[in-house]
């Protein structure tokens, strides 16, 4: 879509610091000129209550207006809070009214597969079905590690008497990632009967001593995380199938789409994975999905058509009297004023619209076309930066939506660099300081500035810290005053954007949407 319309891929956090303000950080994402993934940590501010869909949409639809890309936006990526939900909505009536959304935002909410899978595992329908025999295991670790001495002492036994390698230490849990709670099972397995030995002694412990029927489900526990259920498990999978299937339906058009358009799978391999799932019923769901994609593609296709256009009647105007010109924008033909009619014309004329009705489309040939070996090592963008001059308008398609993000976890660690900028020395920093810090840290480190060009300074942290510290007047020493004017050139993250053409990654006129994670 070669326009300044072209939409950006957005990722929008909400997270909550101790003894700090509620934070919103907006990440944008999108293929640049040269088909490589670009993200940028574009916001990071305080939010003031009230703090709910309206107020939260109201935030991001003044950070994209401030960055001039609020008619650029393919699509955002939330996690499954309910305000999200509201919030959306809200995105959508505005940019609906604004012309400034693709098919009616069906591609334009993408829930965050990691929180998705989380809910699923660990919600009341998921592990917590089999919380007891995991609260023994998560609070006997604790227990063992509360005391260095009895750490120590655990590891000793362990060593001497069981003779296990002690560097495979016990580990524990985060009770909201499933993910550790099953690497938190396999080592208590490791060390089963060194734990067993322990509860015969110490007294405290033996609360948490499991059964040899406890420590049956656990192991079947820890294989059913690892891949595959058990008849122990049944009806914790099928609570689990059923949340699975509600979140799917809404999922499963962004994956498919970009399984389609990579060109070892292309729609083979989607009519065979929905075959898996939905048995004699895919053909619903694999049409469903085709007919969006066509729909999306027709789109790309009338965009460029109009900037084609544009671009021809621009051109001729420079070389036709303003009396033919107006005419041709208003389509009077010269027949209406008594002018020749060439009937040879009008023939070829219908020839054209009839061959282009009948043309086949390049998503058609596309997926004629046979697949690539299932195995090859490819780029799947070099793939359609190779393959743009042949297609182009799908190629565009495919720059757009492979740049989709569906996980919010990458750009959540912004929050927890945010920990570290407002650490309790630093606790009265200003929020443009804040803001600035963070996102010039994370736009230095996208152009390899993380190593090498700040070492001279002590490292990245504390030397855009300073910085910032200098630039915005949050001291106001007179000893350095004489280094500002430096410092302004070396950090001011703005002109710093210009001067390395990431203002026009953000500004530029080129084909390429980008996502938003929130």
């Known amino acids: 879509m070669a326009s300044s319309n072209s939409p950006i891929h957005v990722d929008d956090g909400f997270n909550e610091y101790e003894s700090a303000a509620k934070r919103q950080k907006s990440t944008t994402s999108k293929v640049d000129e040269n088909w490589k993934l670009q993200k940028r940590i574009i916001r990071f501010r305080a939010l003031f209550p009230p703090y709910d869909g309206l107020n939260i949409a109201d935030e991001l639809v003044l950070c994209l ?114 993910n550790s709670t099953y690497l938190m099972l396999e080592s208590s397995l490791y060390y089963k009967d060194v734990r067993d030995y322990w509860g015969q002694w110490d007294k405290d412990y033996q609360i948490f001593a499991l059964s040899n029927e406890e420590w049956r489900n656990v192991a079947i526990l820890c294989k059913f995380l690892k891949k595959g259920p058990y008849s122990f498990l049944t009806p914790m999978v099928k609570q689990m199938q059923e949340k699975f299937n509600k979140y799917w339906a809404k999922y499963s058009l962004i994956l498919s789409c970009a399984a389609i358009l990579d060109p070892r799978y292309k729609l083979n391999y989607v009519q065979y994975c929905f075959t898996t799932i939905y048995g004699i019923h895919a053909s619903d769901f694999v049409e469903t999905i085709l007919s969006n994609l066509r729909l999306l593609f027709d789109e790309y296709v009338k965009k460029s058509k109009s900037t084609s256009s544009s671009l021809v009647r621009s051109s001729n105007a420079l070389d036709k009297n303003p009396v033919d010109f107006i005419l041709d924008e208003h389509n009077v033909n010269s027949v209406d004023f008594g002018g020749d009619f060439d009937e040879s ?151 710093w954007a210009r001067d390395c053409s990431l203002e026009r990654w953000a500004h530029s006129d080129s084909a390429c949407p980008a996502s938003v994670s929130a």
């Open 65 to 178: 207006s401030q960055w001039g890309i609020n008619k650029k936006i393919f699509s955002i990526t939330l996690d499954n809070a309910s305000y999200n939900d509201v919030m959306v909505s809200c995105l959508k009536n505005r940019f609906r009214a604004n012309r400034a959304i693709l098919c009616d935002g069906v591609f334009f909410q993408v829930r965050c597969c990691a929180h998705i899978l989380n809910l699923i595992v660990k919600d009341k329908d998921g592990l917590e079905l089999a919380d007891d025999v995991v609260g023994k295991i998560r609070n006997g670790i604790k227990y063992i590690k509360k005391s260095r001495i009895r750490r120590k002492r655990f590891y000793d036994v362990t060593d001497k008497s069981f003779h296990l390698n002690v560097t495979k230490k016990l580990c524990q849990d985060v009770c909201v990632r499933w």
């Open 345 to 495: 014309d009008d023939y070829k004329r219908y020839l054209n619209e009839s061959s282009t009705r009948s043309e086949k489309s390049q998503l058609d040939i596309y997926l004629e076309e046979p697949e690539l070996e299932l195995n090859s090592q490819i780029d799947v963008l070099d793939y359609w930066s190779k393959s743009s001059v042949r297609y182009n308008e799908l190629s565009l398609l495919a720059r757009n939506l492979l740049a989709i993000l569906i996980s919010t976890v990458a750009s959540e660690s912004a929050f927890s660099m945010g920990k570290k900028v407002i650490t309790p020395l630093r606790n009265s920093l200003k929020q443009k300081t804040v803001q600035v810090v963070v996102c010039l840290d994370d736009w230095m480190r996208a152009k390899g500035f993380s190593t090498g060009f700040w070492c001279c300074f002590g490292g990245v942290g504390d030397a855009v810290f300073c910085a910032v510290l200098l630039l915005f007047g949050d001291t106001e020493t007179d000893l350095v005053s004489s280094a500002i004017c430096w410092i302004e050139a070396l950090c001011d993250w703005r002109s």
